[in-house]
């Protein structure tokens, strides 16, 4: 079993829609939770960096972390075409190794 | 915000023959840099870690023989495949980071095709 799960879609959405986003992992010691968005043929970007349980949001961006249910989220507001790509869940391990989860492609169609 | 530099963005090679990958921090100092492998429609694999002045640590599976790492400053790490063969046509991608507290930065990616 993968440390991280993401569900790797795709996901279509009209624009302006709310992307949801999620990732379960299996390590209760986990503490730092990323979202990176990743185009096609280019370098992960973060979005998100959040540490513990909560909400932190940031533009159109939110991420909520639930660690008592070891589940993460990110919810993209009034989408947009060009926030097509794929995201990406990551969490730095113990040795500070990042476990990636699947990553999701969204598409957000005009 | 912080940025790493990856060169070339794409490169082809005869099989046979190697190509080095350069990876640069340009604006902080980078206490480890890590070296991923990303096939079509997949996540990043991690191949390597690597800190300053000291040797890599390979991912299981990861021939340390074929792909070389060097990290001689705080601000730039290199891969090296050394004679590549079609299968090692990939994207390959650095990152680095001075701490799971500070986050991670990632470069651009390197399209490797080998003919």
């Known amino acids: 079993q993968k440390e991280v799960e993401q569900d790797p879609g795709p996901l279509s959405v009209p624009e302006g829609a709310i992307v949801s986003l999620n990732c379960t992992y299996s390590n209760s010691a986990f503490q730092y939770f990323m979202w990176y968005r990743q185009y096609s043929r280019k370098g992960p970007e973060l979005l998100m960096y959040t540490y513990s349980s909560g909400n932190k949001e940031d533009g159109r961006f939110t991420a909520q972390v639930d660690k008592s249910s070891k589940y993460i989220s990110l919810f993209i507001r009034d989408s947009q075409p060009s926030d097509s790509a794929t995201y990406l869940c990551?969490?730095?391990?113990?040795?500070?190794?990042?476990?990636f989860g699947a990553g999701t492609q969204v598409v957000v169609t005009p | 915000g912080a940025v790493v530099s990856q060169h070339p963005s794409w490169v082809i090679c005869k099989s046979g023959t190697s190509v080095k990958i350069e990876c640069r921090s340009l604006?902080?100092?980078?206490?480890?840099m890590f070296w991923y492998r990303q096939f079509p429609k997949q996540s990043l694999m991690l191949m390597a870690t690597s800190n300053e002045g000291s040797k890599a640590t390979y991912e299981q599976g990861v021939e340390k023989d074929k792909f070389l790492i060097n990290h001689a400053s705080l601000t730039l790490s290199t891969l090296t495949v050394t004679s590549a063969h079609p299968e090692d046509s990939s994207f390959y991608i650095c990152?680095?980071?001075?701490?799971?507290?500070?986050?991670?930065?990632f470069g651009s990616g390197t399209r490797l095709t080998v003919v």
């Open positions: 604006d902080f100092q980078a206490t480890t």
């Open positions: 990152s680095a980071s001075t701490g799971p507290l500070d986050g991670y930065t």
């Open positions: 990551a969490i730095p391990d113990s040795w500070g190794k990042l476990q």
